[in-house]
């Protein structure tokens, strides 16, 4: 059996990946290209 952390074998790797978080994900890529990180 695997030590690895259920949260570590199942966490998105791209934003591409993320259930239900469509604002969250449209904003963060806004950033991204307006090269305005917070």
């Not at 030590?3 to 199942?10: A, G, H, L, N, Q």
């Not at 934003?15 to 290209?33: G, S, T, Y």
């Amino acid at each position: 059996m695997s030590s690895e952390m259920w949260v570590e074998k199942y966490r998105p790797k791209s934003l591409d990946e993320m259930i239900n978080q469509e604002e969250i994900v449209a904003r963060l890529k806004r950033f991204v290209e307006e090269r305005n990180l917070p």
